[in-house]
């Protein structure tokens, strides 16, 4: 290989190649491309160039609920110091259900996102599990998601990340590894919300992306603090306007400001409605930093963290009476539609008060003569309320496996209850439930199951009784199943159509 494409592969490897078709036979593990030309091929070597560059690496910070990184993935020598001195920021003893890794796709053109479900990821410091399980169910839920194993095979954008957490980490981990190739921002956002339950205290993110290619040194300094400082804002539109801006000064030599913008744009679209979100600026260089490095055409390397600030968010949200009304006034005006054969009527948000505008979760309870005629609800606060509330409403009237669907005779029998969901709290002890205040969600495996906080005062269970009828009712494991589970709470904002809550 000569040295001017070896220098081009570690600075990026950003020129486009031809489309390829996937290979005929599955692929069971991904191994390798740029072992040997981004890092180090060679085992001992690998983990001798990676205890250098941590030991060069900015300290921890010890945040306490470290939520994403973005971190650059360019060859070591250039931005492996400001790559380690990301993952250092996580605690070596941390444990994740999963590490979603997303980068852009240098290779391959298609408009979404591809998730590896073929097997593993390899590389020289041995095997990383992939999620493939969660990876098909991805993919089951949206053709936004893809399975390409050709968008995987040559990019280096996730491969680089790889060892630098087998070093860091000391429990095991699982990825879920996500190209993203759509260069199309309304996409990004659906990808984004396809993405956010899992976006958690539970889960780490890693964006994978350079900053400017190609400028003079003194340019990509001031460009990439531009477009950083849009990043740190939390916010898509000043993302995207940053870009533009950067393009419209035909900086000399400079071919783009961002080359993983869409998984930028991604996480982005994740955080801009968390007000626990924070971006906070880790390091930054660029190519020409390095001894004997060319500072007339560098490419930059930002490493930023986010953090979600608050154990629980603010309990200060509230309902007034005229929002609660008009909750209620569209659960069932929307119902009405759907079971009459109508099409749902439009809203106008300008005549809303912001509350019903805020990300919330909510479910929605229908009775009838006094018993449960449906209820279906979501938990991930995504979508504005009034928009949730709609949904859950058709989907209670007309999804509920329990129940046949409503029909337009049954609505003057109807009586309608929503309840507005806060996030969920894992606890430690079931001591911390308090009956009527807190529902539950029970979690074991894939096996699930929720009551909400009005179950225990409707019931007059005990919370034993609380919890077994959940594990075996809902959950499916068992009178006793609550026991080895995992168990969250959260409250609930309950209000109803027959009283004003």
Same mark, same amino acid.
């Given at each position: 290989?000569?040295?001017?494409?070896?220098?081009?592969?570690?600075?990026?490897?950003?020129?486009?190649?031809?489309?390829?078709?996937?290979?005929?036979?599955?692929?069971?593990?991904?191994? #390798?491309?740029?072992?040997?030309?981004?890092?180090?091929?060679?085992?001992?070597?690998?983990? +001798?160039?990676?205890?250098?560059?941590?030991?060069?690496? *900015?300290?921890? !910070?010890?945040?306490?609920?470290?939520?994403?990184?973005?971190? #650059?993935?360019?060859?070591?020598?250039?931005?492996?110091?400001?790559?380690?001195?990301?993952?250092?920021?996580?605690?070596?003893? !941390?444990?994740?259900?999963?590490?979603?890794?997303?980068? #852009?796709?240098?290779?391959?053109?298609?408009?979404?996102?591809?998730?590896?479900?073929?097997?593993?990821?390899?590389? $020289?410091?041995?095997?990383?599990?992939?999620?493939?399980?969660?990876?098909?169910?991805?993919?089951?839920?949206?053709?936004?998601?893809?399975?390409?194993?050709?968008?995987?095979?040559? %990019?280096?954008?996730?491969?680089?990340?790889?060892?630098?957490?087998?070093?860091?980490?000391?429990? #095991?981990?699982?990825?879920?590894?996500?190209?993203?190739?759509?260069?199309?921002?309304?996409?990004?956002?659906?990808? !984004?919300?396809?993405?956010? $339950?899992?976006?958690?205290?539970?889960?780490?993110?890693?964006?994978?992306?350079?900053?400017?290619?190609?400028?003079?040194?003194?340019?990509?300094?001031?460009?990439?603090?531009?477009?950083?400082?849009?990043?740190?804002?939390?916010?898509?539109?000043?993302?995207?306007?940053?870009?533009?801006?950067?393009?419209? /000064?035909?900086?000399?030599?400079?071919?783009?400001?961002?080359?993983?913008?869409?998984?930028?744009?991604?996480?982005?679209?994740?955080?801009?409605?968390?007000?626990?979100?924070?971006?906070? *600026?880790?390091?930054?260089?660029?190519?020409?930093?390095?001894?004997?490095?060319?500072?007339? *055409?560098?490419?930059?390397?930002?490493?930023?963290?986010?953090?979600?600030?608050?154990?629980?968010?603010?309990?200060?949200?509230?309902?007034?009476?005229?929002?609660?009304?008009?909750?209620?006034?569209?659960?069932?005006?929307?119902?009405?539609?759907?079971?009459?054969?109508?099409?749902? *009527?439009?809203?106008?948000?300008?005549?809303?008060?912001?509350?019903?505008?805020?990300?919330?979760?909510?479910?929605?309870?229908?009775? %009838? +003569?006094?018993?449960?005629?449906?209820?279906?609800?979501?938990?991930?606060?995504?979508?504005?309320?009034?928009?949730?509330?709609?949904?859950?409403?058709?989907?209670? !009237?007309?999804?509920?496996?329990?129940?046949?669907?409503?029909?337009?005779?049954?609505?003057?029998?109807?009586?309608?209850?929503?309840?507005?969901?806060?996030?969920?709290? /894992?606890?430690?002890?079931?001591?911390?439930?308090?009956?009527?205040?807190?529902?539950?969600?029970?979690? /074991?495996?894939?096996?699930?199951?929720?009551?909400?906080?009005?179950?225990?005062? %409707?019931?007059?269970?005990?919370?034993?009784?609380?919890?077994?009828?959940?594990?075996?009712?809902?959950?499916?494991?068992?009178?006793?199943?609550? /026991?080895?589970?995992?168990?969250?709470?959260?409250?609930?904002?309950?209000?109803?159509?027959?009283?004003?809550?």
């Amino acid at each position: 290989m000569g040295i001017v494409l070896r220098v081009l592969l570690l600075l990026l490897g950003v020129l486009v190649l031809p489309f390829r078709l996937p290979a005929q036979s599955a692929i069971v593990n991904r191994v #390798p491309a740029v072992a040997g030309t981004f890092y180090a091929g060679e085992r001992s070597t690998l983990r +001798s160039d990676l205890a250098s560059l941590f030991a060069r690496a *900015r300290p921890s !910070a010890s945040y306490p609920h470290l939520a994403a990184l973005i971190v #650059p993935h360019a060859g070591y020598v250039y931005s492996g110091e400001v790559a380690a001195s990301a993952f250092n920021q996580i605690d070596p003893n !941390a444990q994740f259900e999963n590490i979603f890794i997303l980068g #852009p796709s240098h290779r391959v053109g298609f408009d979404g996102a591809a998730v590896y479900v073929s097997g593993n990821f390899l590389t $020289p410091l041995g095997t990383v599990p992939v999620d493939t399980a969660l990876g098909r169910e991805l993919i089951r839920r949206s053709p936004l998601f893809v399975d390409r194993v050709d968008a995987h095979r040559d %990019e280096h954008c996730i491969e680089v990340t790889l060892p630098f957490l087998q070093y860091h980490l000391k429990r #095991p981990f699982t990825i879920v590894p996500i190209v993203i190739a759509s260069d199309d921002p309304n996409t990004c956002r659906s990808i !984004a919300r396809l993405l956010q $339950p899992y976006f958690s205290r539970k889960n780490l993110f890693v964006v994978s992306t350079d900053f400017s290619h190609y400028p003079s040194a003194d340019d990509a300094t001031r460009i990439d603090a531009a477009t950083a400082d849009a990043v740190c804002s939390n916010s898509t539109d000043r993302l995207l306007a940053a870009l533009q801006a950067n393009g419209r /000064k035909r900086i000399p030599g400079l071919a783009t400001s961002m080359c993983g913008w869409p998984a930028v744009l991604t996480l982005l679209a994740m955080t801009e409605a968390d007000s626990d979100a924070r971006y906070h *600026r880790i390091q930054y260089r660029h190519s020409g930093d390095v001894p004997g490095g060319d500072r007339s *055409r560098v490419v930059g390397y930002h490493a930023i963290a986010v953090t979600l600030e608050q154990e629980n968010r603010s309990t200060g949200f509230e309902l007034t009476k005229q929002d609660r009304a008009a909750l209620l006034h569209l659960a069932r005006s929307t119902i009405e539609c759907r079971v009459a054969g109508q099409s749902v *009527r439009s809203v106008d948000e300008r005549e809303l008060s912001p509350a019903l505008k805020v990300p919330c979760g909510a479910f929605v309870t229908l009775k %009838e +003569s006094g018993q449960l005629r449906g209820c279906i609800g979501r938990f991930d606060g995504t979508e504005p309320l009034y928009r949730v509330v709609q949904q859950m409403a058709i989907a209670a !009237a007309t999804e509920d496996p329990r129940f046949p669907p409503v029909q337009k005779g049954e609505m003057d029998q109807l009586d309608i209850e929503i309840s507005v969901l806060t996030p969920m709290k /894992k606890v430690s002890s079931i001591d911390e439930i308090q009956m009527g205040k807190h529902g539950i969600y029970i979690k /074991k495996g894939n096996r699930t199951g929720t009551f909400l906080p009005q179950v225990a005062t %409707e019931t007059g269970w005990t919370k034993g009784e609380f919890l077994g009828h959940c594990a075996q009712d809902k959950a499916g494991l068992g009178w006793d199943g609550w /026991k080895d589970a995992e168990i969250y709470v959260y409250e609930a904002l309950v209000f109803g159509e027959k009283e004003d809550n």
